[in-house]
């Protein structure tokens, strides 16, 4: 297999990946936001969520389209490094609520909680998804720009 056609490849699968995740991301905001889930189905949901948000980072950690960025721009590494430092704060925000998820009674204000939690990670999450973009298409804008 051929390199363009390899890393086509991987572009997909980190592509339907992205993909998993959001739509994970938009299942539990649905099942919070009704108020009327099973408890079962919001752990199994937010289990989801986090395995999928661990994959994202660790593709992104290890998938290297960051690390190439620093080696090839070194004046980005402060950005990528809180960029990456954000990783496992946001994972911990996930797994504390997924934890208070399934410890938590349900009642009312059980789920006004697991809202309002929800609601501060996906806010967190959404950040840091902006600024990666922010700052990839800003490199990529430089890269283009400086052929001129």
Same mark, same amino acid.
């Given at each position: ?11 997909? !699968? ?15 905001? *649905?099942?919070?936001?009704?108020? %009327? ?13 986090? /395995? ?13 389209? *960051? ?12 950005? !990528?490094?809180?960029?990456? %430092?954000?990783?496992?704060? *946001?994972?911990? =925000? ?12 349900? %009642?009312?204000?059980? =789920?006004?909680?697991?809202?309002? /939690?929800?609601?501060? #990670? *996906? ?13 990839? =298409?800003?490199? #990529? %804008? /430089? ?6």
């Amino acid at each position: 297999m051929a390199a363009g056609e390899w890393d086509h490849e991987l572009f997909k !699968v980190i592509k339907r990946k992205n993909e998993e995740l959001y739509d994970s991301i938009e299942a539990v905001r *649905l099942l919070v936001a009704g108020r %009327s889930y099973e408890k079962l189905d919001l752990e199994k949901t937010m289990d989801e969520l986090h /395995d999928l948000l661990e994959l994202h980072f660790e593709i992104e950690e290890r998938g290297g389209y *960051l690390a190439d960025l620093v080696k090839n721009e070194p004046r980005y590494e402060a950005r !990528v490094g809180t960029l990456l %430092s954000e990783h496992r704060a *946001l994972l911990e =925000q996930c797994e504390k609520l997924r934890l208070l998820v399934r410890s938590g009674v349900e %009642s009312p204000a059980f =789920q006004t909680r697991i809202e309002s /939690d929800f609601h501060k #990670f *996906l806010s967190r999450f959404l950040a840091h998804e902006h600024a990666e973009h922010q700052l990839l =298409q800003g490199a #990529f %804008s /430089d890269d283009i720009g400086s052929g001129d």
